[in-house]
């Protein structure tokens, strides 16, 4: 038995509308829920933009690598597999509950690091997900957080509210030739380790590097920054070609992982949105604005664009709530 569902579809670049679907009753290995609040990523922003995502062989909602196109979560209701359901206690809001999937991403990223206690990290990028990588550090055992970012708001942002202990201003100039591009990226590694009151300078660098702006520079600063049997771990989805100096990285018996998304992390990501772990921040402050209810989308796609909003505030998690009825 079918039943009307509205849902926000994009039909092409930044061409958003508000569709009356046609929802299925579930399957008997399907629950229909109800969607409360869903948060905007990256990922849909260049889906919203461009009217693609990356070249990625996986499906999952709001994936936009083969036609059709998988509806994402912008829509009254959605069936979903039974066993890919996890149920929030009562302690987590829906808010909450849409920064969990981001925090998915953070985990994962943990998880390959494998951050012994005491250590150090530093995370470029201090969007939401570099927040809370730098704050999944935290939780798993690095005495000292660094996290490193172009604007000086998000910096303020993460020292204040307990996502890392230092923050650290990336230099905005950008080499034209090849050398002059490590050369620059070098400076920066050597300055984020000289500036940084709580590293031991004589391991030579950090012991694990989050990168999660997918810029070039910052992968090649990050390699100069991780000591010698360091890792950096790849998270940001940035240019896939990129010149890195591989040679620092060999000599210096420096990992560079990859990670992508997240693996069987909803269980530990409730927990630790339960208030389980006293070394986590309050992850509701990451969301700095809310939309409500599916005729807001297209203003929250272009919030979620921006870094600031129009009273100058910082822009980190863009929400969409449904409307109480």
Excluded at 8 to 21: A, I
Excluded at 67 to 82: R, V
Excluded at 167 to 191: C, N, Y
Excluded at 249 to 261: C, K, P, S, Y
Aim: charged share 20%.
């Amino acid at each position: 038995m079918e039943q009307p569902c509205r849902a926000s579809v994009l039909h092409g670049p930044k061409d958003l509308r508000l569709d009356e679907r046609r929802l299925e009753s579930p399957t008997p290995t399907e629950l229909q829920i109800a969607i409360k609040a869903t948060g905007l990523c990256g990922s849909d922003l260049h889906y919203y933009q461009h009217y693609r995502n990356g070249d990625i062989q996986l499906r999952f909602r709001s994936s936009a690598k083969a036609f059709p196109h998988f509806q994402g979560t912008l829509q009254d209701k959605i069936n979903h597999p039974a066993s890919w359901c996890h149920k929030l206690p009562d302690e987590v809001s829906y808010d909450l509950g849409a920064i969990l999937e981001p925090l998915g991403v953070a985990i994962q990223a943990s998880r390959r690091a494998q951050i012994a206690k005491g250590s150090s990290a530093l995370v470029f990028g201090a969007g939401a997900v570099g927040l809370l990588c730098a704050a999944m550090a935290k939780v798993t055992g690095s005495s000292n957080v660094i996290i490193a970012d172009i604007q000086q708001e998000r910096l303020k942002f993460a020292t204040q509210h307990g996502f890392a202990d230092e923050g650290f201003t990336v230099p905005t100039g950008r080499g034209q030739s090849i050398e002059e591009k490590l050369r620059i990226a070098k400076e920066t590694a050597a300055s984020v380790i000289e500036t940084s009151s709580s590293l031991d300078r004589s391991t030579g660098g950090f012991d694990v590097v989050f990168e999660c702006t997918g810029a070039e520079a910052c992968t090649q600063a990050g390699i100069y920054a991780t000591r010698p049997g360091g890792k950096v771990v790849i998270v940001g989805m940035g240019n896939p070609v990129q010149t890195l100096p591989i040679s620092v990285a060999a000599l210096r018996e420096v990992d560079i992982l990859g990670t992508f998304r997240y693996a069987d992390t909803y269980p530990q990501a409730i927990e630790l949105a339960s208030g389980h772990s006293p070394l986590l921040p309050d992850l509701e402050k990451l969301i700095t604005h809310r939309f409500c209810g599916l005729d807001d989308v297209e203003r929250a796609f272009k919030m979620a664009a921006s870094t600031k909003d129009a009273d100058g505030k910082l822009v980190l998690k863009v929400v969409v709530e449904s409307p109480d009825d």
